[in-house]
């Protein structure tokens, strides 16, 4: 794959998660209206949050794509505080959409709980990739497809399935970014692409329901 | 009902209530509504006039009897619930 096409399908692959996310987020809010459930509340934010969250970096990555392709020579250095900035929000809002979507998955949560889980993805200092935070965030997804995967164990939905397949996905292309590469990065890329479209299928079947 | 249910929400018994109502063929009475929702006399009126306030049911005569008839924005609610039911069970979410 040439710089080119690989930037494309990274942006690409940004901004179909970006909108799938916050296609979830609008359908928690959705739900938190008719089900009246404080657990939705914390759903419709993860959610929320991930999609913003990668709608920026997506627009930074488009920024340093351009910047790279039109071939003026830019220095490393100053496209590295805008690099920072980008996988530094990115990071931020993963933990702390990761770490609210597993918490609606567990109990319903008060809004002491709700702001606690804000806090520590904010005091986030400036990252540059990074093996340890991509780990957390591979460990805080497989959680979410572990506790998805119990209510399809148990027959409760077989969109849990589907749920619970997609946030796997989601770890798995976390863990491909902690070995690095550039096979692995278009590999993680797919597995994003995959896991975010699990979740689109998802909603798409429950918007059938009764129809 | 199970442990795990014990706790019902507000929107749960109006669900309740207006899915008893719709497999009575869209139109019910007090007592069927009482027993197919599993609720106390007190609780049954209260929803009662706040479903008909939400425009999800009507009050109606039937041979000098007071029934009760689900409407169009009842019988929406009633999809939309189960939509949503099967959107929070996804997510492994006991409700």
Same mark, same amino acid.
């Given at each position: ?61 488009? *920024?340093? +794509?351009?910047? %790279?392709?039109? !071939? ?7 496209? &590295?505080? $805008? #690099?920072?900035? @980008? ?70 939905? *077989?969109? +849990?399935?589907? %749920?619970?397949? !997609? ?7 976390? &863990?491909? $970014? #902690?070995?690095? @590469? ?30 | ?95």
């Amino acid at each position: 794959m040439g710089l080119h096409a690989f930037f494309v399908f990274d942006a690409f692959t940004e901004f179909f998660s970006a909108l799938t996310a916050l296609f979830v987020a609008y359908y928690s809010l959705k739900a938190y209206k008719i089900l009246d459930d404080s657990r939705m509340v914390a759903l419709n934010l993860g959610f929320s949050i991930l999609g913003v969250g990668m709608l920026v970096h997506g627009a930074i990555k488009v *920024r340093i +794509a351009l910047a %790279v392709l039109s !071939g003026v020579p830019v220095p490393p250095a100053k496209r &590295l505080p $805008l #690099v920072r900035l @980008g996988y530094t929000l990115a990071f931020a809002t993963e933990l702390a959409a990761y770490a609210l979507i597993l918490l609606a998955t567990i109990k319903k949560p008060s809004s002491q709980e709700l702001e606690a889980t804000l806090v520590p993805p904010l005091a986030a200092p400036l990252l540059e990739y990074d093996f340890r935070s991509e780990a957390l965030l591979a460990v805080l997804a497989l959680l979410i497809a572990v506790k998805a995967g119990i209510g399809y164990s148990q027959r409760e939905s *077989r969109l +849990a399935g589907l %749920v619970s397949l !997609g946030f796997a996905l989601l770890a798995v292309g976390h &863990l491909l $970014l #902690v070995f690095g @590469g550039p096979l692995k990065l278009i590999a993680a890329d797919v597995a994003r692409l995959l896991g975010f479209a699990c979740l689109l299928w998802m909603v798409v079947k429950v918007s059938r329901v009764g129809a | 009902m199970t442990a795990k249910q014990r706790y019902r929400s507000k929107m749960r018994i109006c669900y309740d209530m207006l899915r008893v109502i719709q497999e009575e063929g869209g139109e019910a009475g007090p007592t069927r509504i009482l027993y197919g929702a599993n609720l106390s006399d007190d609780r049954l009126k209260r929803y009662l006039a706040e479903l008909i306030e939400r425009g999800l049911i009507e009050e109606v005569e039937r041979d000098g009897k007071r029934m009760y008839r689900l409407t169009d924005s009842g019988r929406m609610f009633i999809v939309h619930f189960r939509k949503m039911t099967e959107f929070a069970k996804a997510f492994g979410m006991v409700l």
